[in-house]
């Protein structure tokens, strides 16, 4: 199970709120429940056997918030600009995003096979196919309206393959190497079915994330019932479609163009 309680922090200097307003900030908790992160898996082999063979099912990826929209806000009737609110959680006809919501998962499946080269030197190799779904409340990668805001989206789903390769080497004196490659996880295109507040249709952006390459090494020492581990690992989202472009979309063409739309190129 997973329970993350980011807190989203924001302030506006004086004056932003009307002339002689103070200066307000807040601090804001993510209300996110417990998301479960299933981890299963099962090998077997025959004692004689040099070929080992599993399956395995895991939560690998995830994340999300839900920062409530601030009830203290131009909008409300009561609103109290002498008092601290959250500005970046004002309803977006207040400039606002208003409820900021996200709800990211990723499932890996696997099946994996394992062969003993010698008593010494073994070797892996695991085909995965992967399912992903993800909620995005408002969508930053649609182009907001100018009257409207951004759209909120409803959650979409992709689905994916990829692999993974390992070597393994124990010189039975105590020593042991290791090392996997697992490639990028290549996903299928989201698209999103959006709306704006109003209920009005939105265009409906689509998207490719997909799963980082993953570089891993280790060394090992095991003596009696001592065993000392050193590990590396690189995640590669440099180079990972969904996760190598940052910054905001420019429109190409029409009264914006050469400036920013609105749009997040991708969350790098």
């Known amino acids: 199970m997973f329970k993350g309680t980011p807190t989203l922090y ?9 002339p002689g307003a103070p200066p307000v900030s807040g601090a804001t908790d993510s209300e996110l429940g417990i998301s479960p992160m299933p981890a299963l898996a ?4 025959k004692p004689e056997s040099k070929n080992t063979f599993g399956v395995s099912m895991f939560g690998i990826s995830g994340f999300g ?3 409530p929209q601030e009830t203290n806000n131009p909008l409300s009737p009561s609103f109290n600009p002498t008092v601290n609110s959250n500005p970046i959680l004002y309803p977006q006809q207040a400039m606002g995003f208003g409820n900021l ?44 309206s100018q009257t409207l805001g951004y759209p909120v989206s409803d959650a979409t789903a992709s689905y994916g393959v990829g692999g993974q390769f390992g070597i393994f080497y124990d010189s039975q004196n105590g020593f042991k190497v290791g090392a996997s490659y697992k490639t990028p996880q290549y996903m299928s295109e989201m698209e999103f079915d ?3 507040l109003d209920g009005s249709t939105a265009p409906s952006p689509k998207f ?15 003596k009696a019932n001592f065993d000392l581990a050193l590990d590396y690992r690189y995640v590669d989202y440099a180079n990972t479609d969904g996760f190598e472009a940052s910054g905001w979309q420019i429109a190409d063409s029409g009264p914006g163009a050469g400036f920013p739309t609105g749009a997040v190129n991708g969350f790098g």
């Open 194 to 196: 959006s709306k704006y």
């Open 208 to 222: 490719t994330m997909n799963y980082p390459a993953i570089y891993s090494a280790g060394l090992g020492y095991s």
């Open 65 to 67: 918030v839900d920062f």
């Open 10 to 18: 924001s302030s506006l200097p004086a004056d932003m709120l009307g």
């Open 101 to 144: 919501n996200s709800n990211y998962m990723f499932l890996q499946v696997g099946f994996t096979w394992a062969y003993e080269i010698s008593d010494k030197l073994s070797i892996g190799v695991q085909p995965t196919v992967n399912y992903a779904s993800l909620t995005m409340e408002p969508n930053p990668i649609a182009a907001p």
């Open 42 to 45: 099962f090998t077997w082999s």
